[in-house]
């Protein structure tokens, strides 16, 4: 723990780094890798998340552009998985979802180059904040889709009244997850 920080962790729940894309994009791949081979809807997805499908659109149009998911027009259609949920790694969803490379953002204008610490911050900071994303970058290429899908099913069988989803209306219905 650094002399500045009064927090046990550098990071709590909250404290955004990245948006949210990243998290609703492995939320809706788990949907479907806990739902093999069928097609789901935007609006199903949407459901789960608890926002508009509008937003789950977008987010399966980057997984689409990604290989991940592929989508079926028409009265049947939605959206299916391309890949196997043991191929695909968190890490390649942050790709498909937040394109950037740079997960820490310098200064939006230049430092005083007069002044020592103004002159030499946004190299110190690169340097930290490689190292940072180094380790991220590991951590997310391993673990998979179906490592989260499997501790989602673990939870379900201890707390199986919880499968339920909230339906649009008001009211609830029995997940087939």
């Not at 927090?7 to 809706?28: E, M, T, W």
């Not at 997960?103 to 204008?109: D, G, K, V």
């Not at 340097?127 to 939870?155: H, N, P, S, W």
């Amino acid at each position: 723990m650094g002399a500045l920080s009064t927090r046990p962790h550098p990071l709590h729940r909250g404290d955004a780094v990245l948006s949210s894309k990243l998290s609703v994009g492995i939320h809706i791949l788990t949907i479907f890798a806990l739902k093999p081979g069928e097609i789901l809807t935007s609006e199903f997805l949407a459901c789960s998340v608890n926002t508009n499908p509008v937003v789950i659109r977008r987010l399966l149009g980057s997984l689409r552009t990604a290989e991940i998911v592929e989508s079926r027009t028409g009265v049947g259609g939605g959206w299916s998985l391309l890949i196997d949920p043991e191929r695909i790694t968190l890490l390649d969803i942050l790709r498909a979802v937040e394109p950037q490379d740079e997960l820490f953002a310098l200064h939006r204008s230049a430092p005083n180059p007069e002044c020592p610490c103004g002159l030499h911050i946004q190299s110190v900071l690169t340097e930290v904040y490689d190292k940072v994303q180094d380790g991220m970058t590991r951590q997310l290429a391993g673990i998979t889709i179906a490592c989260i899908a499997g501790k989602i099913r673990e939870r379900m069988a201890v707390c199986p009244e919880q499968g339920i989803i909230p339906n649009r209306g008001g009211g609830t219905r029995g997940s087939t997850l």
